[in-house]
């Protein structure tokens, strides 16, 4: 891999493609900016609302504006932005309950949603998140995870030279479906966007970093656990196959969510973008089955049409995951080999599964091992099973029919099964060769 990498630095290193790149990443850029007065000026008429009715209801506590915003990280295509209403680090009352009658009166249509706390979801020109978080000045006062998401967007402020490149690897992870740390996503968190980047210095040196990370790398910014992270951290907070040191809490692994899959998907796309650069690497595209039957010209491909049951999108999205995963498995304990897989959900869509396997099918029987030989109970009850199983070597062995011989028969029969129906309310499956 290091090989490629230093062939792909070339590019680089060429001052025809540097002044091509940077063309690229200025016009991309320029089409993420999005309107900050008009966003700005929308926000602060929110914020006042919301504080007026703080005040009228005397409740010592301040709206302010949060996320993507606050880091000046916004992209053109976005509608969401996160307000914080701070409590003083006094308060004992049930912070959500306080803040439910306030976000009511200003949004009366508001959603509550379950989290590590509870927290609102409102439309309107914007859509807003609206979380109760205590005012704290340090990590260690904190009482739920979320009261610390005003620190990290103090510390991301430290670096305003780095703004546009974070927003670079934000469209960039959210083009190439690797953008959202819920747990039917798996992949990266603006939270984790905003450490990489900054820890890099950059959305290329990123690129080329992310290509030699080696399994459970450790990015510790500020070096706080001088490389021992490994072994000061829980072990559960270590199953990521990256491992991103907080900078505002340094015993938590920002990246905890991250799967293998989303990783490497990434490093995928990374590749491919040094290989050659194209402004079309940050724009999302809905799934083009024709340029999927492309790539995959000469095996077989399952494509399976997904429609979601109404919901919260991380409850049904997670729903249809654990489907997808049911399926994957099923399919590898039959015998048939999944040489690529992935799923691909817009949530105002269908959701578009895909597996690609060989095109030849399954011999239409199997060995079935049996017991071995010095096990007479058990041997006994397998001969009983299956007559014809003869003794090989040490062990007794059955020659037994397969149910399927191609996957397309065993998804349909899994689609109708309980376990599917009960998670997605739709699908159709298409076969391609």
């Known amino acids: 891999m290091i090989t490629n990498i230093k062939k792909r630095r070339s590019f680089f290193k060429h001052p025809d493609g540097q002044r091509n790149m940077q063309k690229i990443l200025r016009e991309v850029i320029a089409k993420l900016e999005p309107d900050a007065r008009a966003i700005q000026q929308e926000a602060k008429g929110t914020l006042q609302r919301l504080n007026a009715e703080l005040k009228k209801r005397r409740l010592s506590a301040t709206a302010i504006v949060g996320g993507s915003v606050a880091k ?28 439910t009658p306030v976000v009511k009166a200003v949004f009366p249509k508001a959603q509550r949603l379950h989290g590590s706390r509870d ?38 402020r430290k670096f305003p030279k780095l703004r546009q490149q974070i ?11 690797v953008y959202g740390a819920e747990s039917y996503i798996g992949g990266f968190s603006g939270h984790v966007v905003d450490i990489l980047t900054i820890w890099t210095g950059g959305f290329i040196p990123l690129l080329r970093k992310s290509l030699k990370w080696k399994d459970r790398e450790v990015i510790d910014y500020y070096r ?6 490994l072994f000061r951290l829980n072990k559960s907070k270590l199953q990521s196959p990256i491992i991103v040191i907080d900078p505002t809490q340094p015993e ?4 905890a969510a991250l799967t293998e899959e989303r990783l490497r998907k990434f490093q995928h796309a990374a590749a491919a973008f040094l290989k050659k650069p194209s402004a079309a690497a940050f724009e999302r595209r809905a799934i083009d089955v024709a340029m999927l039957r492309k790539r995959y010209k000469g095996k077989k491909m399952l494509l399976l049409r997904m429609q979601p049951f109404p919901g919260k999108h991380d409850v049904i999205g997670a729903k249809m995951r654990k489907a997808l995963e049911h399926i994957s498995l099923q399919l590898q304990e039959n015998d048939f080999k999944i040489l690529e897989q992935d799923w691909h959900w817009q949530q105002t869509h269908d959701a578009v599964a895909w597996w690609v396997l060989p095109t030849k099918p399954l011999e239409r029987q199997q060995q079935w091992i049996g017991p071995p030989v010095d096990k007479p109970e058990h041997v006994m009850a397998f001969r009983k099973r299956y007559p014809k199983a003869k003794r090989i070597g040490k062990k007794w062995v059955a020659i037994v029919p397969r149910a399927h011989v191609v996957p397309e028969t065993l998804v349909r029969q899994m689609l109708k099964e309980p376990y599917i129906i009960e998670r997605v309310q739709d699908t159709t499956l298409e076969v391609f060769e």
């Not at 409102?122 to 610390?148: F, H, M, R, S, W």
């Not at 670079?168 to 083009?175: D, E, G, P, Q, S």
Request: charged share 20%.
């Open 72 to 99: 000046g990280t916004f992209l053109s295509h976005d509608h969401d932005v996160d307000i914080f209403v701070q409590f003083p680090l006094t308060e004992q009352r049930p912070l959500t309950e306080l803040l």
């Open 119 to 156: 927290y609102f979801r409102a439309e309107g020109k914007l859509n807003y998140e609206i979380v109760p978080v205590l005012k704290i000045t340090k990590a260690a006062q904190a009482k739920n995870i979320t009261d610390c998401s005003p620190l990290h967007v103090l510390w991301v």
């Open 167 to 177: 927003m670079l690897t934000k469209a960039f992870c959210k083009a190439s479906g």
């Open 224 to 229: 706080v656990h001088k490389g021992k992270a």
């Open 252 to 255: 938590r692994n920002a990246a």
